[in-house]
């Protein structure tokens, strides 16, 4: 009898994942379009460039001159017809042979195959009066547009990141000569030397002290106070480039030697700003070595990688592959991490296969609901019942939600809805380095401009 009610709830919690399960597979596809244009989103933009990308092609990245001013002066609705109307005419632009997708805000991308080098200013100009004869009728006045124009031509290294980056740069300068124009990238390729430096660049950046930490605020939906921050590795290079550890994080084990150690110091400082000084939780995302390592070596290893901050103000957030490797050795260093104090989080739940199944092998204190539900729920009421059912199973664990994307006030206000505990995006704080912060009031920072 005693075991009756737990088996009850784990086929209950089961049978909620299978239905969470089909309606993420469901909502694949429609996360690839942007909801507002019918453009592509830009994740399914990136998608079909890495698809479909090749040699000799261009990328145009495509910015509204002045768009500011519709939104100012008619209205945000005057402003997303507007977006609306220019999407779909550079959509019957560029044809079934080219692909549009909308970066954010009133920034659009467009992948086009060139046969010719003269097709390439042809086809800037066509997607500057494809953009430019769009208008929208106010009170009888026609409200229309410019827009500036950078592109670049795609070789074997660029990938869709460093494409954008690129025509980003050929972009500025078209806005710098006056808008309404077009320029092509013409510089050195951004990513040569920026996308995975080698591991001597790495060490010179940690003899440097160049790799830190920028933090960004979690709040406390129902108070609205900030409630921690987390912590993010970030390498502040010389040239002013700002890489996240994705581009560096593979080679910085080789990078330490004699005269390179870990960025220690940074994790100390970080951990102390926020919690000595602010009186807030900071989180840390690790990774299965770190929990090894701490079974190795007990709580001396914390102390060593944060310092001698309060254990209970610490946060781990766990990687996927985390428990998807040896569940009960994992699961043994979570519950001695807890015991200790410090609380653990999920990270990007709901991506990946095992939706259910990280729950069910470590016991968590908080889950991250990635941001692509919340960008979903603005497609249709059944993606938002399904945000609302993962927090509900998320509660049903034991766990408190924290919501991750949120960038304006109706997704905010959405997310409370739902009941979910904590929340996080740009709308209530961007990622950076504790220097910029002004926490005049810690429970709602701002960070500096």
Known sequence: ?????????????????????????????????????KALSKSGFYDCFEREAKKGDALYFIDIDDFKSVNDLYGHDIGDSLLFKIAQNLILSVGA???????????????????????????????????????????????????????????????????????????????????????IFRGKSVCEGFKSPGVDELRLGLQRDEIGYFTQPIFDLASGKCFAH??????????????????????????????????????????KWATLEQKKKISFNISAEFLSQFIDEGPDWINEIVGGVPYEMIIFELVETIVDGDNKKMSKAVSKLRELGIRIAIDDFGIGHSTLHRLQAIHVDYVKVDRH?????????????????????????????????????????????????????????????????????PDHPVLLR
Request: hydrophobic letters at 45%.
């Open 1 to 37: 009898m005693r075991n009756s009610r737990p088996v009850k709830n784990l086929n209950a919690l089961k049978e909620e994942n299978r239905t969470l399960r089909a309606q993420i597979k469901e909502l694949q596809d429609r996360l690839n379009v942007d909801p507002l244009t």
């Open 97 to 183: 042979a080219g692909k549009v997708g909308r970066l954010a805000g009133d920034e659009f991308l467009v992948l086009m195959p060139i046969q010719e080098a003269r097709d390439l200013d042809r086809c800037a100009n066509s997607l500057r009066n494809a953009a430019a004869s769009s208008n929208i009728n106010f009170g009888g006045v026609p409200i229309s547009r410019n827009v500036s124009i950078g592109f670049v031509v795609i070789d074997e290294q660029l990938d869709p990141e460093h494409a954008v980056i690129n025509a980003n740069s050929a972009l500025r300068a078209a806005k710098v000569s006056g808008k309404n124009q077009a320029k």
């Open 230 to 271: 987390e912590a993010l590795l970030r390498w502040t290079r010389n040239n002013g480039e700002i890489l996240g550890p994705g581009y560096f994080l593979d080679n910085m084990t080789a990078a330490y030697n004699h005269d390179t150690t870990p960025p220690l110091a940074a994790a100390h400082a970080v951990a």
């Open 373 to 441: 539900f919340l960008e979903a729920a603005s497609l249709s009421d059944r993606a938002k019942d399904m945000l609302q059912s993962i927090i509900d199973l998320i509660h049903k664990s034991g766990a408190a939600a924290i919501v991750e994307g949120i960038e304006d006030h109706c997704q905010l206000e959405f997310v409370k809805s739902c009941g979910a505990a904590f929340g996080q995006g740009f709308f209530l704080g961007r990622p950076g380095p504790i220097a910029a912060w002004d926490v005049s009031d």
